[in-house]
């Protein structure tokens, strides 16, 4: 299986400044058809799990553009440009190139 | 679009529990759906059925394969995860997902229904 290793576990960020999120892979994340399947996901409190970004750097469809993702292989990154107080929550990235999917542990980002 | 799951509750040990994903907004069969689950130790992947135009194939997490099994009721819009043989240590909120028409990306998500497996 594909071990993904979030860090940091926990960030405290203070409203208006960025914050970011690493990920890696144990593995290459590029699937048979060429993509590299690296997805960040959201999980704010009581809220269900909400698709951020797909592929690395896509933004899902009504995800703001604070939001960011980049990375290549393995080292993988989620920004936010300038966190809001609504970002609160745990943050996961997910590999979907390889069965069976997995996930990091999740980075609890809380607001100073 | 939405994703609707109930289903959970209480179940001893040994016991059988059947999820289900009701899907709104869209046809469920036309896209592959997974089964998710989250403890305190973080989400795990379970499955996935393919859509009805690719079969309806599953594939399922080697730790619950011949325990757990994905199904699908078209006239009800409404994936199923049927489990069977439950462990305390499947306690669990349990999602579902859709898989997006290209690539393997899960675009939408339900808000989870809580399985707890006491005696």
């Known amino acids: 299986d594909i071990v993904m290793t979030q860090t940091p576990l926990s960030s405290g960020v203070t409203l208006g400044q960025p914050a970011s999120i690493s990920c890696r892979s144990g593995?290459?994340?590029?699937?048979?058809?060429?993509?590299?399947?690296l997805n960040w996901l959201q999980q704010r409190p009581g809220q269900p799990l909400r698709l951020l970004i797909y592929?690395?750097?896509n933004r899902f469809s009504g995800v703001p553009d604070r939001f960011s993702g980049s990375g290549t292989g393995t080292d993988f990154t989620l920004n936010i440009s300038r966190v809001e107080a609504e970002d609160a929550g745990v943050y996961y990235c997910m590999q979907g190139a390889r069965f069976p999917y997995t996930f990091g542990q999740g980075t609890n980002l809380e607001l100073k | 679009v939405q994703l609707v799951e109930s289903g959970g509750g209480l179940v001893q040990p040994g016991g059988s529990l059947k999820l289900s994903c009701a899907a709104s907004g869209f046809t469920l069969s036309s896209y592959a759906i997974h089964w998710v689950r989250q403890t305190s130790g973080g989400l795990e992947w379970l499955g996935r059925m393919r859509s009805k135009a690719n079969g309806d194939a599953t594939i399922y997490l080697g730790s619950v394969q011949g325990r757990f099994i994905i199904s699908r009721d078209e006239s009800k819009n409404t994936a199923f995860l049927q489990m069977h043989s439950l462990e305390t240590e499947d306690t669990a909120v349990y999602y579902c997902?859709?898989?997006?028409?290209?690539?393997?990306?899960?675009?939408?998500w339900g808000q989870g229904t809580l399985v707890t497996v006491s005696s």
């Open positions: 997902s859709r898989q997006a028409t290209t690539g393997t990306t899960l675009d939408s």
């Open positions: 593995q290459s994340l590029v699937h048979s058809d060429g993509n590299t399947y």
């Open positions: 592929r690395v750097s």
